[in-house]
């Protein structure tokens, strides 16, 4: 088991200064374990309690009179399953001197758990878990994060087969079962089918009209299929950043799937030959670097875009900081070189530097305010 101890501190932190925290992440994240290795740690009263077990449910008919007489912190796993909760946390964080916090965990984002937002305002923190990242499996074992993706047990699966199988499997039980659970009522073959279009799609701008024209369905079909697999984890929408500079921006957001190991799956892709030698590696890879370093970084998704002109100038991520904007590219190449984009950007956006993430081994500066970093150190050239 790899501790998550950068999370574990940050929810910690959490629970000091709110009532209740939520943790939201992809169905087999990691969540329940992470909580699971926070309780070990915890002084004090526990309870957990599973939303998915018939005798929490049963014990919750009543969700006021079975929650006011615990003390300590209180677990309630898979929260998404009965979102009306939420009225009755509010009334128990709202008691003076209460005696406990509450520890959420959900699959969906506080979007699609509107309750949550509008019961719990000014009382409620959210953590977003993600995969494995970097620093919690080491620098030396990022080929293998890229190929398996950072679901716990495809990237720990004692065989690529193992571990491929696993994430197929994941894939049909979120359509089968976890979004019917959220009461989303979509036809599981057609959002497979969209799902694997998408993956097609990976690191391109959105276009909901060539979607919707290849499964034969509306354009608000499409968008719908592409927001239910945002809010539940599975795809990332980075938005266009767009301002005033005199030149027309690209404002569709960019669409990419957030495990890569789930993509490679979606692509039918078991081994790092086959993805060396498909069409998709480039992307492929840029979308594992872009999580890779909004992680190091721990951006928040307020903060993060990417930017185009309609005249050629791209900048693959902007994260955006008070006054303070990073850039970043991201090339699969050991020796990136300088380009007319990046120097448009730069000046365009005001950077106060850009990062190229590459895939040698050296780092060193391309120009002022432009430097090279090789993936594999991100650990220590980037710091939070």
């Known amino acids: 088991m790899i501790e998550r101890t950068r999370h574990r501190r940050r929810v910690t932190a959490l629970l000091h200064g709110f009532p209740v925290v939520a943790i939201l992440g992809a169905r087999q994240v990691g969540k329940t374990t992470l909580t699971r290795q926070l309780l070990a740690r915890h002084r004090g009263p526990t309870t957990f309690l599973d939303l998915e077990s018939p005798e929490d449910l049963a014990l919750l008919a009543d969700p006021l009179l079975a929650l006011r007489p615990l003390r300590g912190l209180v677990v309630i796993d898979e929260v998404q399953r009965r979102p009306e909760l939420f009225a009755t946390l509010r009334v128990l964080a709202d008691e003076p001197r209460t005696p406990r916090h509450f520890l959420v965990l959900g ?140 030149k027309r921006q690209v404002k569709a957001p960019k669409v990419y799937v957030r495990d890569s190991g789930l993509l490679h ?76 984009s990046m120097l448009v950007a730069l000046e365009d956006l005001r950077l106060a530097e850009l990062c190229v993430v590459h895939a040698g081994t050296r780092s060193y500066r391309l120009a002022p305010r432009i430097r090279a970093v090789p993936f594999p150190r991100l650990l220590t050239e980037l710091r939070p």
């Open 265 to 340: 799956a979606l692509l039918g892709l078991a081994t790092t030959r086959e993805i060396e030698s498909h069409p998709k590696v480039g992307a492929s890879w840029e979308g594992f670097a872009l999580d890779q370093v909004v992680s190091r970084l721990e951006a928040r998704p307020e903060e993060c875009f990417f930017w185009a002109t309609h005249g050629g100038a791209e900048l693959d991520l902007l994260i955006v900081r008070g006054k303070t904007r990073l850039g970043f590219e991201f090339k699969r190449s050991t020796t990136p070189a300088v380009t007319r």
């Open 107 to 246: 699959s969906a984002s506080p979007e699609l758990l509107r309750q949550s937002s509008e019961s719990l305002a000014g009382r409620i923190a959210f953590h977003e878990l993600g995969g494995f990242s970097l620093d919690e499996v080491g620098a030396t074992r990022w080929e293998p994060l890229w190929r398996r993706g950072g679901f716990p047990r495809a990237f720990l699966a004692r065989s690529e087969r193992d571990s491929l199988r696993w994430r197929q499997e994941l894939v049909r039980t979120y359509l089968e079962r976890d979004l019917p659970a959220l009461g989303l009522r979509l036809p599981a073959p057609a959002l497979r089918r969209f799902w694997m279009m998408v993956a097609h799609y990976h690191g391109q701008v959105w276009n909901s009209s060539d979607l919707a024209r290849s499964l034969g369905v509306a354009h608000t079909t499409v968008q719908r299929y592409l927001d239910v697999l945002t809010e539940t984890f599975m795809l990332r929408q980075l938005p266009s950043w767009h301002e005033n500079i005199g």
